[in-house]
């Protein structure tokens, strides 16, 4: 069975910071691009950030140059670092894999940013 987790969404204010971790566990995870979605209240989700499996890095227009996507293969985790936070970030984070034949999402963590 393949797993998901987010962790670290949170509430911070316009401008601040925070680093979004998704620990998967049933893949081979070296081998996958993984996604970063986020669903605003009333919206569509959107992808926000993809890396390949080779460590390649692709935005959407909103967020590049302030947030950063990794990944660390040992840990089978993929990370989101996002700073100068805006309200329109707010949204909550999946994040998202297509492996073994189907698509797999976490649970998701909220993002709110006040201004």
């Known amino acids: 069975q393949v797993h998901l987790v987010e962790r670290g969404g949170g509430s911070v204010q316009a401008g601040g910071s925070l680093r979004l971790s998704c620990a998967t566990s049933?893949?081979?995870?070296?081998?996958?691009?993984m996604n970063w979605h986020r669903q605003a209240p009333g919206k569509q989700r959107e992808l926000v950030a993809t890396?390949?499996?080779?460590?390649?890095?692709n935005y959407t227009e909103d967020v590049a140059g302030r947030f950063t996507v990794s990944r660390d293969n040992a840990r089978s985790t993929m990370y989101l670092q996002m700073n100068s936070l805006k309200p329109e970030d707010t949204a909550v984070y999946y994040c998202?894999?297509?492996?073994?034949?189907?698509?797999?999402w976490g649970r998701g963590t909220q993002v709110t940013v006040s201004s």
């Open positions: 998202n894999v297509k492996a073994r034949g189907s698509n797999w």
């Open positions: 049933g893949i081979n995870f070296k081998i996958y691009a």
């Open positions: 890396i390949s499996s080779g460590g390649s890095a």
